[in-house]
């Protein structure tokens, strides 16, 4: 499906700051949802946040409300994901995928249907 290309991770102090951004590569994808996932060694692939077609429903972790803020250009076919506050636990590798339905629902990596290759974000103190 749509081929997705990811940058801005990066080694970061605990409390700073990460802009991720996921770009589409070869066709829009912008008649697709968008989701954000992340996955630490020894750890299953996680939820993190959501955004719809429109970009007017967005979803997030309880883990990261408050604290990462998700948003797409679909003229730019870009979808970015704004991390502040960083914590420890947020280190894992972040991955973004498509879902052709309009909203993410089951917040499962299991209906992505693209994936970026995925980005590493690594927070320490």
């Known amino acids: 499906q749509v081929q997705l290309v990811e940058s801005g991770g990066g080694l970061v102090q605990a409390g700073g700051s990460l802009r991720l951004s996921c770009a589409a590569s070869g066709r829009t994808f912008s008649s697709y949802a968008v989701g954000w996932f992340r996955q630490a060694p020894g750890k299953e692939r996680e939820f993190v946040a959501a955004?719809?077609?429109?970009?007017?429903?967005?979803d997030y972790a309880d883990s990261v409300k408050g604290r990462f803020t998700i948003s797409r250009d679909n003229a730019k076919n870009t979808v970015d994901l704004q991390m502040d506050g960083l914590k420890r636990e947020d280190t894992a590798v972040y991955y973004c995928?498509?879902?052709?339905?309009?909203?993410?629902?089951?917040?499962?990596?299991?209906?992505?249907?693209?994936w970026g290759q995925g980005t590493q974000v690594t927070v320490s103190s």
């Open positions: 995928a498509t879902n052709p339905r309009g909203r993410w629902y089951s917040r499962s990596h299991y209906d992505a249907d693209s």
């Open positions: 955004i719809s077609v429109s970009g007017v429903n967005t």
